[in-house]
């Protein structure tokens, strides 16, 4: 064959392989470019995993209507406009790439307003051909709803998994993304059922809770780096030593608000944990490094998940400081003397003698694995591990929701619970130091002096 100069729809189609592998690629970079546009609150729903359809509505800035049509053009961008922008970009897209190979791949339509006009427009497009663009009305923001994803493409629809697989990534993008941006609300609902939705109340811990659970969100120490030292702002949060994973996925990196893969990055959290994790366990945290935009080159990677330091040992100092210092002053020191067995009196909890409170298998979605015993005083010796009394014992309960992080609201047969957590937490730290100790098992240590 003769060499020749590919069609444009070839050509797109083939870019679009780079910028669109899955729904949740299209669900990315869509999430993305609301971010971009100032947007406050950001809903995505999918159908059948997002093969058949997904929707990203925002409250963003929108596009005015003469570049409706020009955002759907390849290269065609509102983020960048000479080679050197390309060494400060402070925005999540740059390449204006992604809503052109979105729509040479799918059926895309775009629903759009800026505030000061005073009507919207609408296009449609079908393998990235505009077949309709009208008025439409819809308040500031826009609207981009994608059907029918490699319709035109068989060949990468034959790769696509099962809806539930694709979920699962689509997830794992929106919960990165309400991670890296607390202030926004996120939500996410497939085929009709919310299944993710985080506050927009700017607090990284709330995000954590509604993606790992209340224990684990809750267990998470902050990390917040010393600005005295470095220009490179690290923040987010680490499991404490106690808690631990057998692979290091767990470990998420953003570098200027962007998700990345960083094995060195993600080594210099490990390495804070020198010692303090039993070998072959990995730390699970959420670090934000922010660094002025031009001490990084975010152009290095098709899919914009890797990124270059210009000085990276610099970076791996600052993440790995940042971590070891909120280690070593925020994690428990082993106790020296016994522990008294009294519970201190402004405890909500009185500790009766036989009460027992006990936690069932391990981290998770912990409260829903929680369950209450409760004996009668004094039937017990504390040393006999004598038999539950049944009619004592609180049923399983179901857990229905939580009141302002502080309490969990659950249901049982006889009625409904409410559970003061933090105390409810402590009560299970002293019984299982009670328990430990009755065994004889408690960690100390000599001290020097
Ligand atoms: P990029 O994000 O790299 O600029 P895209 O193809 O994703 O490229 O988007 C092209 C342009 O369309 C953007 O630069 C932006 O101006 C506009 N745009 C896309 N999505 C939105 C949105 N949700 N709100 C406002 N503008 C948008
Ligand atoms: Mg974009």
């Known amino acids: 064959m003769a060499i020749r100069v590919l069609s444009d729809k070839v050509a797109s189609q083939i870019a679009a392989g780079e910028v669109v592998e899955r729904p949740a690629s299209v669900v990315k970079e869509l999430v993305e470019n609301s971010i971009d546009a100032g947007a406050t609150s950001v809903q995505v729903e999918t159908r059948e995993g997002g093969k058949r359809y997904i929707r ?6 929108g ?14 961008t509102s983020k960048l406009s000479t080679a050197d922008d390309l060494d400060r970009i402070a925005t999540l897209g740059f390449r204006g790439e992604a809503l052109a190979s979105i729509a040479s791949v799918s059926r895309v339509t775009f ?11 609408l296009l449609r497009l079908e393998g990235g051909k505009v077949v309709a663009q009208q008025e439409s009305g819809r308040p500031p923001g826009t609207a981009v709803t994608i059907e029918d994803l490699f319709f035109n493409v068989p060949a990468r629809r034959k790769f696509l998994r099962t809806d539930r697989t694709e979920r699962g990534h689509i997830g794992g993008w929106l919960t990165r993304y309400a991670m890296a941006y607390p202030e926004l609300r996120f939500t996410l609902s497939h085929d009709e059922r919310i299944v993710f939705q985080s506050a927009g109340n700017g607090q990284l811990r709330d995000v954590l809770v509604a993606v790992y659970g209340l224990e684990l969100g809750a267990a998470f120490l902050e990390v917040v780096s010393d600005e005295r030292e470095t220009s490179i702002h690290v923040a987010g949060f680490v499991s404490p030593p106690a808690l631990h994973r057998a692979n290091r996925s767990y470990i998420t990196l953003f570098v200027n608000g962007r ?6 990055l993600t080594y210099a959290v490990i390495q804070a944990y020198h010692t303090l994790l039993p070998t072959g366990r990995y730390p699970l945290g959420v670090v934000m490094v922010r660094l002025p935009p031009e001490e990084v080159d975010v152009n290095v990677h098709p899919a914009k998940a890797e990124v270059r330091f210009r000085d990276g040992d610099a970076a791996f100092r600052a993440v790995q400081k940042a971590v070891r210092r909120v280690l070593v002053e925020r ?15 402004a405890a909500p909890f009185r500790p009766g003698r036989g009460e027992r409170f006990e936690r069932l298998a391990g981290l998770g979605p912990a409260v829903e694995q929680m369950r209450f015993e409760a004996r009668p005083a004094d039937t017990t010796r504390p040393d006999e591990a004598a038999p539950v009394v049944s009619s004592d014992r609180l049923p399983p309960l179901r857990v229905v929701g939580q009141v302002g992080t502080t309490y969990v609201v659950a249901e049982g047969p006889g009625g409904m619970y409410l559970i003061d957590q933090h105390a409810a937490h402590e009560r299970i730290l002293f019984e299982r130091l009670l328990a430990e100790r ?3 098992a408690v960690a100390s240590q000599t001290m020097l002096e």
């Open 331 to 345: 994690s428990p020191v082993p106790l020296a003397s016994r522990p008294s067995t009294s519970w201190p009196a």
């Open 63 to 76: 596009v005015p209507a003469t570049e409706v049509e020009l955002a759907f053009r390849r290269h065609s």
């Open 259 to 264: 998700w990345v893969r960083d094995t060195r």
């Open 438 to 440: 009755e065994r004889a």
């Open 56 to 61: 990203v509505v925002d409250d963003g800035r």
């Open 111 to 121: 629903v759009t307003r800026v505030a000061d006009e005073p009507v919207g427009t």
